[in-house]
């Protein structure tokens, strides 16, 4: 598994972001996947999962009805839709791939990407 979050960026409070996380492995898709995010001097929190068959999705309240995650099969990526983004959410992104555990707890991750950085401006 090699994960590669990309999509993050600079947006304005109140806009949209959409990350997406790839897998140069391809093999991903038997893993439950997160998203988790780390802002400065803070530690990595839990944002959204997914389970290996994208039937079940998980939020951390803090996201809860403004964002989604899902799999595209066809691109073999896992996304993040964030909206109504608030200067709060500023962090680096960063995707998982979960072999077992509880899927809100990034030390039971086995693989992770990168990251990629989000900042919201007020």
């Known amino acids: 598994v090699q994960l590669q979050a990309f999509g993050g960026g600079l947006v304005q409070a109140g806009g949209s972001l959409r990350l997406s996380c790839a897998d140069a492995?391809?093999?991903?898709?038997?893993?439950?996947m997160g998203w988790f995010r780390q802002a400065p001097g803070k530690e990595r929190e839990f944002v959204a999962a997914i389970s290996w068959s994208g039937g079940s999705t998980y939020y951390a309240d803090s996201v809860k009805g403004r964002s989604t995650i899902w799999r595209d099969g066809a691109k073999n990526t896992v996304n993040l839709q964030m909206n109504r983004l608030k200067p709060e959410d500023t962090a680096v992104y960063y995707c998982?791939?979960?072999?077992?555990?509880?899927?809100?707890?990034?030390?039971?991750?086995?693989?992770w990407g990168q990251g990629t950085p989000v900042t919201v401006s007020s």
């Open positions: 998982g791939a979960l072999w077992s555990g509880d899927v809100t707890r990034a030390k039971d991750y086995k693989y």
């Open positions: 492995g391809g093999t991903f898709t038997t893993y439950d």
